[in-house]
């Protein structure tokens, strides 16, 4: 990525994360609990690896800083809201080195703070003045909602004594979609609703390329805590039939590079950094392969 | 109201109950733990008290049947995961005499299938095509979500010994907003967004109202089960300086007769069924008082 995009990212994402953090508490009294939650959870931000994807696709796709900004806020705001509820049901005591929202405030106010992140992630993308795709934005940040949610169901039952697809599907479905979300909306905004597709199939085959990535790192490092479902070890215990070698390094690369070549197809280069991603994992998988 | 509109609406109803339904299991898959939670929910509707408020107003705004149903499905949405989540929260067992859906599914599905509904009401409303007010619409929605879950946050920690004023602002935060939104959501659609305060006001004394009434029931029915916070009985407990008689029911008919007042200014007469539910409970205030 050049240079001078990539500052203009850097530039926007801080701005993006500010205009997350600071809808989310516009509307709620300073002082009460629900805003100090809220308040607390946003004021330790991650990466922004959603944001970054979404806004490197809307400067690509030449939509306006402040409009990027909303599309990024909203999907961060979306990806917050999976977080603070995820840490709830998997009863993880941390987050980004601090206490879970649940577990410094409780689990009702971590069920509280999740629905407004929620809400607050369509009244972003609705603040956006003066589009005639407004109702598209919508619809697909709901599908991309719905599909969320029911691979997070789908994870609290899922173990380790499902198959290998079973355990991709909940993968596809829990991780994919914020992924596909942030190339999704910049192209609806910018009129490629022809588009929304091929991106929603990037995204997922990224989410399931990176989770397998994710779980691998888990099981070198000691980090399987044993009461996570991991899909590296899945892969590693089951085996997968086509698959040479069958290992989970195998998959995660197959995926990645599936994604790569998917991410190719958008247009504008609006999935560029995706791509740089999946070169960064893909070069790492082969390095660790060494 | 005439016979013909109120067949009008018992119509629209049957028509929004199955819309809002409907569309909230769109997207997912039949058989899974998410999708029999939600429809499980939605096989017991109440009475559909708020989606006949928006019916109403929306017909009387000239708004066709179609939106007029897609707005009440979307208010019906947001007040069933409101519902979900209270049952979790309260620890209620009991929904409309079957079992809560998280004494059923688990609290961790009560989570989910509240995100889904919430989520839903938004997809509901953005499906509205071809109208100016979106953006005013999806911003109302989410003032009217915040507003209901710092009431929700703040009824976690309430109890008889707070003052009767801070008892009457959680009412209003929790109970009113739902009442609001169904006036509000057909007013913007209609145009006259002049009038979103004044529906917000007089849904918010509606709430009120209607929340002190639910508690003298509680009181006299011998339903009031101990862990539950009533308003009634705080009034009763601590008094009221200007109302005389010090009351409940004095307390009750005072924001019932403030909402009476404040509906009728509303255009168009869209707010005649609010009207008309102000009457009959004043009716039956003070009958039980004679």
Same mark, same amino acid.
């Given at each position: 990525?050049?240079?001078? %995009?990539?500052?203009?990212?850097?530039?926007?994402?801080?701005?993006?994360? %500010?205009?997350?953090?600071?809808?989310?508490?516009?509307?709620? #009294?300073?002082?009460?609990?629900?805003?100090?939650?809220?308040? /607390?959870?946003?004021? /330790?931000?991650?990466?922004?690896?959603?944001?970054?994807? #979404?806004?490197?696709?809307?400067?690509?796709?030449?939509?306006?800083?402040?409009?990027?900004?909303? &599309? +990024?806020?909203?999907?961060?705001? &979306?990806?917050?809201?999976? !977080?603070?509820?995820?840490?709830?049901?998997?009863?993880?005591?941390?987050?980004?080195?601090?206490?879970?929202?649940?577990?410094?405030?409780?689990?009702?106010?971590?069920?509280?703070?999740?629905?407004?992140?929620?809400?607050?992630? /369509?009244?972003?993308?609705?603040?956006?003045?003066?589009?005639?795709?407004?109702?598209?934005?919508?619809?697909?940040?709901?599908?991309?909602?719905?599909?969320?949610?029911?691979?997070?169901?789908?994870?609290?039952?899922?173990?380790?004594?499902?198959?290998?697809?079973?355990?991709?599907?909940?993968?596809?479905?829990? #991780?994919?979609?914020?992924? *596909?979300?942030?190339?999704?909306?910049?192209? %609806?905004?910018?009129?490629?609703?022809?588009? =929304?597709?091929?991106?929603?199939?990037?995204? *997922?085959?990224?989410? =399931?390329?990176?989770?397998?990535?994710?779980?691998?790192?888990?099981?070198?490092?000691?980090?399987?805590?044993?009461?996570?479902?991991?899909?590296?070890?899945?892969?590693?215990?089951?085996?997968?039939?086509?698959?040479?070698?069958?290992?989970?390094?195998?998959?995660?690369? #197959?995926?990645?590079?599936? +994604?790569?070549?998917?991410?190719?197809?958008?247009?504008?280069?609006?999935?560029?950094?995706?791509?740089?991603?999946?070169?960064?994992? !893909?070069?790492?998988?082969?390095?660790?392969?060494?």
């Amino acid at each position: 990525m050049e240079p001078k %995009i990539e500052s203009k990212i850097k530039k926007l994402l801080i701005e993006s994360q %500010i205009l997350s953090h600071q809808s989310a508490l516009s509307g709620l #009294s300073p002082g009460t609990r629900l805003y100090d939650a809220i308040d /607390y959870h946003l004021s /330790y931000p991650g990466s922004g690896a959603r944001m970054s994807l #979404s806004l490197a696709a809307s400067l690509a796709l030449d939509i306006s800083p402040e409009r990027a900004a909303h &599309l +990024a806020a909203a999907v961060e705001s &979306l990806h917050n809201a999976s !977080l603070i509820q995820d840490d709830l049901q998997d009863r993880d005591a941390l987050r980004r080195g601090k206490p879970a929202v649940w577990k410094k405030f409780g689990p009702d106010l971590a069920i509280n703070a999740t629905d407004l992140l929620l809400s607050n992630a /369509y009244a972003l993308v609705a603040s956006i003045g003066g589009v005639t795709s407004g109702q598209q934005l919508i619809s697909t940040m709901h599908q991309a909602v719905v599909k969320t949610l029911q691979g997070q169901t789908k994870d609290l039952s899922h173990n380790q004594s499902e198959s290998v697809t079973e355990g991709i599907a909940v993968a596809a479905d829990k #991780s994919g979609p914020l992924f *596909s979300l942030s190339l999704q909306l910049p192209l %609806i905004l910018a009129g490629y609703e022809n588009c =929304v597709d091929l991106a929603g199939e990037t995204g *997922s085959l990224f989410g =399931v390329g990176y989770q397998i990535f994710d779980d691998i790192q888990d099981l070198s490092k000691d980090r399987f805590a044993g009461n996570h479902f991991n899909l590296a070890q899945l892969v590693n215990e089951k085996g997968l039939s086509g698959i040479p070698g069958n290992r989970a390094e195998d998959l995660a690369h #197959s995926y990645l590079a599936q +994604a790569l070549k998917s991410a190719s197809k958008l247009p504008n280069g609006c999935a560029n950094l995706l791509c740089e991603n999946c070169v960064t994992l !893909l070069a790492m998988l082969e390095k660790e392969a060494a």
